[in-house]
């Protein structure tokens, strides 16, 4: 195959552009492992880059996409040989690294997990980086000792990626699991998804006072801002919060009164860089601890050229869980 299909981003005179166009096989970067993609996904990061929103692209051209799961087809790697199938999250593809929506991409192997027992290739990009960043947020809070019997688990944004694949694994892990949401249309889904109680986003979206009446043990947040701040100010003695992500503000106008008063702890979840060890932990926990009818209930299939008319929906919200990009 001399090209192939590809989502690719060029800069333009005003902004960014992304078409599906076809890509020179010669043109794929340096790597180890050169893999037969069949299934990628959108994250709220990928919506960034199609759109042009925020400087997620840092090389042009760009192939975008964050996230694949594929076959190998040629490897000098020595954990990895053709046929092998396998997934690959993060490491900067889409950013400064030829990324996963084409039909061909080649990375490093040591970038690569082994697509994991009781996952086809289609389920693990249904979970991709949004399903990968919640399970990383769980296995934090899970380790700072938060667990069912501490009381309510709190998730925000619960409507989207991280927040449905969130809300459906605490809730099979027996949590009480409230979720917010700016979509009041969306609690049934929630509630489905496993959520005992639903709030909307707009108690948490005031000024947040240092501290606040003591309603959960733990939380996921992958809003930031001001939300973040409220999760603080209203987690319970000695809880704690893993912040993901950043959709409402990169701001925290909070105070150091939860940590110094309440022994509140605020965890740090990276997705992209996360080391081989707790990446593999993770997609294990998820084959094992994400319920695979809840997961197709939470998943839209969609084909690779129609992907960018899905950038801007995501940006703006209009993405119920998750969507999973057919590749070939």
Known sequence: M???????????????????????????????????????????????ALTGKAPVVRRFPMIAGIDFAGTVEQSSHPQWKAGDKVVCTGWGMGETHLGAYAEKARVKGDWLVALPQGLSGRDAMAIG???????????????????PK???????????????????VLSKLGYHVIASTGRAAEASYLRELGAAEVIDRNELSA???????????????SVGSTTLANLLSMTKY???IAACGLAAGMDLPSSVAPFILRGVCLLGIDSVMCPLEPRRAAWQRLASDLDRMKLAEITKEIPLDQITEWGPKILAGEVRGRIVVKIL
């Open 150 to 168: 501490r009381g309510p688990v709190v998730v925000t944004g619960a409507a989207g990626g991280v927040g449905s694949v969130a809300t459906a």
């Open 207 to 221: 000024p947040a006072k240092p501290l606040a009446k003591e309603r959960w043990a733990g939380g996921i947040d």
């Open 2 to 48: 001399a090209t192939f299909k590809a989502i690719r981003i060029d800069k333009a005179d005003k902004g960014t552009t992304a078409a599906l166009t076809q890509f020179d096989e010669a043109e794929l970067m340096d790597g180890d492992v050169t893999v037969r993609v069949e299934w990628s996904t959108l994250n709220y990061k990928d919506g960034l």
């Open 129 to 147: 980086t949004a399903g990968f960043t919640a399970m990383l947020a769980v296995l934090a809070l899970e380790k700072q000792g938060i667990s």
């Open 238 to 240: 000695g809880g704690a």
